[in-house]
């Protein structure tokens, strides 16, 4: 197999985004030093639309114009959020995962321009997030404060934060660390406080699926751990069938020994229901582990709850 000569690379062009971008294009500078990369910046819709996202096909939002890029040919590699990636269907056609790079952190940061943390925060504290998982945690172990509607990317809000339109903020870790603003983390919640989302801190690299030189020199930048992790999630995540406003969290770990588990949970959006799921691979692939792990929260009630939900 011949490594391309030149691999275009589109993106979102948020600043996390383009950060993830130059990720890619180190990794693939050490592992063939004499491949030329390009980057081609794409705005998305969920870029462009600040409001909610279940009125923009809230699914797909921030990749459908990235894959256009893939499938027409003005890109030969895109690099996404797993997170930002629907689960519920396939990748569009034509198109592969070629790797998951290794994971980064997976938790979330509470931001609060005083120092406080999540327990300290007063009364009526306003919290910036759209995310239903975080309000519907948040709901649960922190009645006293309240959500406010919160979107646009990660400095966005920072900026949005700083002129005063909630007090703090619930943001990725890894997202902070990408755009080099780890500084500002008041305190990182431990995944039992605020469960992270399915793909949390994982980026995968997306190929055309006829492209098989350059899926082959990409490959090598997979990690097989994390490739593991992010097939149990979204397997999971496709059994059950979510909507835009599904509160839905959960990850799964490789444990020091090997063993693959996965842990997830399906909440109500006030955070008074919580079914609760954490089960071993054991002898299962990473998918059939996901499979097992959503149908042990629809055997608890899953399907009423997620249809429930208006979108
Ligand atoms: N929805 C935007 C988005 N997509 C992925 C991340 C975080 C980075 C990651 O998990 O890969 C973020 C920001 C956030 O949720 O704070």
């Avoid at 040919?73 to 519920?88: F, I, M, S, W």
């Avoid at 406080?116 to 009364?123: A, G, N, Q, R």
């Avoid at 599904?246 to 079914?275: H, M, N, Q, W």
């Amino acid at each position: 197999m011949a490594v391309p000569e030149l691999i275009r690379i589109v993106s979102r062009d948020s600043p996390m985004a383009l950060a993830q971008v130059e990720r890619v294009r180190a990794e693939l500078a050490a592992l063939h030093p004499g491949v030329r990369t390009e980057v081609v910046p794409v705005k998305t819709t969920g870029d462009k639309w600040l409001g909610d996202l279940s009125q923009v096909e809230g699914k797909g939002a921030f990749t459908k114009e990235v894959d256009a890029a893939l499938l027409s040919g003005e890109a030969d590699l895109a690099v996404h959020c797993v997170k930002d990636v629907p689960a519920d269907r396939p990748l569009p056609a034509g198109t592969v995962f070629a790797a998951f790079l290794e994971r980064d952190d997976i938790r979330d940061a509470l931001v609060h321009p005083g120092g406080l943390t999540l327990d300290e925060l007063p009364d009526g504290a306003r919290v910036g997030t759209s995310s239903v998982r975080r309000v519907a945690q948040l709901a649960a172990t922190h009645p006293h404060l309240t959500c406010v509607p919160f979107r646009g990317n990660a400095n966005r809000r920072l900026a949005k934060l700083a002129a005063g339109e909630a007090d703090a903020l619930l943001l990725a870790v890894s997202g902070l660390e990408r755009i080099g603003r780890r500084d500002v983390i008041s305190e990182v919640l431990s995944p039992e406080t605020m469960m992270p989302p399915i793909g949390a801190g994982i980026l995968a690299l997306q190929c055309r699926e006829d492209d098989a030189d350059l899926i082959d020199a990409v490959s090598g930048l997979g990690d097989p751990r994390t490739h593991r992790e992010a097939t149990a999630e979204r397997m999971f995540l496709h059994v059950l069938q979510g909507h835009c406003n599904s509160p839905i969290a959960g990850y799964a770990r490789v444990d020091r020994g090997g063993e693959l588990s996965l842990r997830a949970c399906v909440f109500t959006p006030d955070g008074k229901t919580r079914l609760n799921a954490h089960e071993w691979a054991g002898r299962l692939d990473p998918a059939t582990l996901g499979t097992s792990v959503a149908v042990a929260l629809l055997r608890q009630g899953a399907r009423e709850i997620i249809d429930g939900i208006a979108h």
